[in-house]
């Protein structure tokens, strides 16, 4: 008679956890979207097979079928198929995002990063991008950016790509624009506005959750403020002169996207997690 399987392998960090889960306990992904049934040992004794009648071809009881074994129900979208990790569950939008960040950085890096800054409203279109994912300097640019993958990666692995784009959005561009709007004139630029916010939106849920005493995880949120204190002071320590047009309006424009970061965290809190 055939076994269920004994485990099966997380396609987030590949550990074998139980296939009576619907999340991994060593990172937090969503395995399942609902639990299989399982036979209880306490379950009442099935009913007594029923005679046929007069009239049947057969006079006799039919043989009751033995009881089945516990299985998984058939999988949904984005479950794990097998024992086996899912190699495609990967987060392509904070892939892109990174990838196009530095694939900016590295064709423009002849030229200063001040050309290509937020400097009105109604200016060109393509300023909005350069702005938001050109950094001061090469240092600058591999820290945020690094911060940025982190923590787009955890929500993505949670609420999915469409939520980090739409992130980066509110975060980047979103308090670029509103930066200039306060302040017209004043160049900014920088995506240092653009991963506070996401540590923030992912931040945000986790304490709202420990608070409510439903948080399930072992985050540390130690680590997360070191990180978050780095992406805030990378920029004024790399340029080294905060009394500039420039870097006063791209310190005002990260605190503003963490400000919007940390709102968009608020909603997220009251979603649950993929």
Request: proline share 8%; aromatic share 6%; charged share 15%.
């Amino acid at each position: 008679m055939p076994h269920p399987d004994l485990f099966v392998v997380c396609k987030n960090c590949q550990a074998e956890v139980s296939p009576y889960i619907t999340e991994c306990p060593y990172c937090g992904m969503r395995l399942r979207k609902r639990a299989p049934k399982i036979e209880r040992p306490d379950a009442p004794p099935p009913k007594p097979p029923r005679r046929l009648g007069r009239g049947t071809s057969r006079g006799r009881a039919k043989t009751p079928r033995p009881a089945a074994e516990p299985r998984l129900g058939r999988l949904r979208g984005g479950e794990i198929p097998g024992i086996r990790g899912d190699a495609l569950a990967k987060p392509w939008a904070t892939i892109v995002l990174v990838a196009l960040s530095f694939g900016i950085w590295f064709s423009l890096a002849f030229y200063a990063s001040e050309n290509f800054a937020l400097t009105a409203l109604g200016g060109d279109p393509w300023r909005y991008v350069t702005a938001s994912l050109l950094n001061g300097n090469t240092a600058t640019q591999f820290v945020i950016v690094l911060g940025l993958g982190l923590f787009g990666w955890l929500i993505e692995r949670r609420h999915g790509p469409i939520v980090v784009v739409a992130l980066f959005a509110l975060c980047g561009p979103g308090a670029l624009a509103i930066a200039v709007a306060l302040d017209p004139g004043a160049g900014v630029f920088g995506s240092q506005g653009a991963a506070l916010g996401l540590l923030c939106a992912w931040v945000v849920p986790v304490l709202i959750a420990r608070r409510r005493g439903t948080g399930d995880d072992d985050v540390d949120l130690l680590g997360a403020l070191v990180i978050g204190v780095v992406l805030l002071l990378a920029p004024v320590l790399a340029q080294g002169d905060v009394v500039s047009g420039v870097s006063v309006g791209s310190t005002f424009a990260e605190l503003v996207g963490a400000g919007l970061g940390a709102l968009a965290g608020l909603v997220l809190s009251t979603r649950p997690a993929r």
